[in-house]
């Protein structure tokens, strides 16, 4: 190692770039890339005997990765994703074998460990093909891949991406108000699909601007401004409720109110095979995921589709048989009676009046209609324990003047209500009763 370190340092030493054309530049990068790959290799197979061996203790760090940030000069976080890596290679032959011969970056090394340690039937197929795809192409199949393994639980997963949601800002050492954050992918889909469209709507109201006539004191020719600075303007415009030079947004917390005047749903394409939607669920080579954000539960696809269009393209062997374009929206008439008879979320105790969402009480796949009496409105956080945590939503009141809703938790199997197994035996049907 000391040699080969040593001839790398010469040759750096005498490298002159711009002596070279561009085919041999970009030759030497090549082999560069190998080089780094190899050296992520070597580090990912050394790290994981650097922490059984005590090693980091004795030099008075605190973990594995504190030692290993500090030989490398990197991040804790990065020597942490390396250590992880390292430890599942053991049960990885073929992952292995392709590290060590340069084949994977570091990045790509870390998804295709963490995909096949769930699933190691699929290390083979994810293996294929991912010397010469683009990282990004490797994550995708990555993440379907982890979404479909026996052993991991779309629901749970769902569930953890929406416990771990958070907005954290600050202040920089120029005054830059920053901020940074995570939510789930269905409303960071929700998020880019009014804003990247808001973003356009600047961009050309600002260019027809320029094309007027300047005013006084006005500048005839304004500067570029990148797309990173229309979504910021656009992303303030969506919170704030403001207008540009067109209006560009409805309020960003919909009061039932809002809920009328509603425009079209936004588009947010969901790819769903139709074997999975009918099933409930997706299985290794299936697909149900948002477009460009990553898989999703079944049961949130067809969540998403309560008040929504879908446009249904079904497949055979990965052929399309036929298209369907199936309008599940919730008209404005109907809107009107929902939004005058619930005027906040509908659960008991709750009379959230912000962030109403329409909801099918029985959903439309078990049957349930489109129908005044089989809507409400819940907030945000209610639907979400209704649809992911399989909370009950019941109506028992006579009249739209006097619906009196129950929302209650799913009963532990086998005591459904009409069981009588979760009641004093006094109080418990005969056919409930246990035999003694």
Same mark, same amino acid.
């Given at each position: ?15 002159? +770039? ?25 580090? /990912? ?88 795809? $683009?990282? =990004? ?16 639980? +779309?629901?749970?997963?769902? =569930? ?21 954050? $995570? ?81 079209? +749903? ?53 052929? #399309? ?14 809107? /009107? ?20 969402? #329409? ?34 939503? =019941? ?21 459904? +209500? ?19």
């Amino acid at each position: 190692m000391a040699s080969v370190s040593d001839a790398l340092a010469a040759l750096l030493a005498d490298l002159d +770039p711009d002596t070279l054309v561009g085919p041999d530049a970009a030759a030497l990068y090549a082999d560069f890339a190998k080089v780094e790959r190899l050296g992520v290799a070597g580090k /990912t197979l050394l790290a994981p005997r650097i922490a059984t061996s005590g090693q980091w203790e004795a030099e008075g760090h605190r973990s594995p990765a504190g030692l290993l940030a500090t030989l490398e000069g990197g991040s804790a976080g990065q020597a942490k994703r390396t250590l992880a890596t390292g430890q599942l290679l053991g049960s990885l032959p073929s992952v292995e074998e392709a590290l060590r011969q340069g084949k994977l970056s570091g990045q790509k090394a870390a998804e295709i460990t963490d995909a096949a340690a769930l699933d190691p039937r699929a290390e083979t197929e994810l293996l294929a093909g991912s010397e010469h795809e $683009s990282l =990004q192409a490797t994550k995708e199949r990555c993440q379907r891949s982890r979404a479909t393994s026996t052993s991991h639980d +779309p629901m749970a997963a769902a =569930q953890r991406v929406h416990a771990k949601r958070h907005f954290s800002h600050w202040t920089d050492a120029q005054g830059s108000f920053c901020y940074q954050g $995570s939510d789930t992918p269905e409303r960071g889909a929700a998020l880019l699909a009014r804003l990247l469209p808001a973003a356009n709507r600047l961009r050309s109201a600002r260019r027809a601007a320029a094309t007027d006539p300047p005013r006084d004191g006005a500048p005839a020719d304004p500067p570029h401004e990148p797309d990173a600075a229309l979504r910021a303007d656009a992303l303030f415009l969506l919170v704030t409720g403001g207008r540009a030079t067109s209006p560009t947004t409805e309020v960003a917390l919909a009061t039932a109110d809002d809920l009328v005047d509603r425009p079209a +749903p936004v588009t947010v394409m969901v790819r769903v095979d139709r074997d999975a939607l009918l099933r409930g669920h997706a299985e290794p080579g299936e697909l149900c995921e948002l477009d460009g954000h990553g898989p999703i539960p079944v049961p949130l696809a067809k969540a998403l589709a309560t008040d929504a269009f879908w446009s249904v393209v079904f497949t055979e062997a990965g052929d #399309i048989k036929a298209v369907s374009h199936l309008g599940r929206t919730i008209n404005q008439k109907l809107r /009107t009676a929902l939004t005058f008879r619930d005027r906040t979320c509908v659960v008991p105790g709750c009379a959230m009046p912000y962030g109403l969402e #329409i909801d099918h009480v029985k959903e439309m796949e078990f049957g349930g209609a489109t129908t005044l009496d089989n809507l409400a409105l819940l907030c945000t956080h209610h639907h979400r324990l209704k649809t992911y945590d399989g909370w009950i939503l =019941q109506r028992n009141g006579p009249t739209d003047e006097d619906p009196r809703w129950s929302f209650t938790p799913q009963p532990p199997f086998g005591q459904g +209500p009409d069981l009588g197994l979760d009641r004093p035996d006094h109080d418990r049907p005969p056919e409930a009763t246990p035999r003694k």
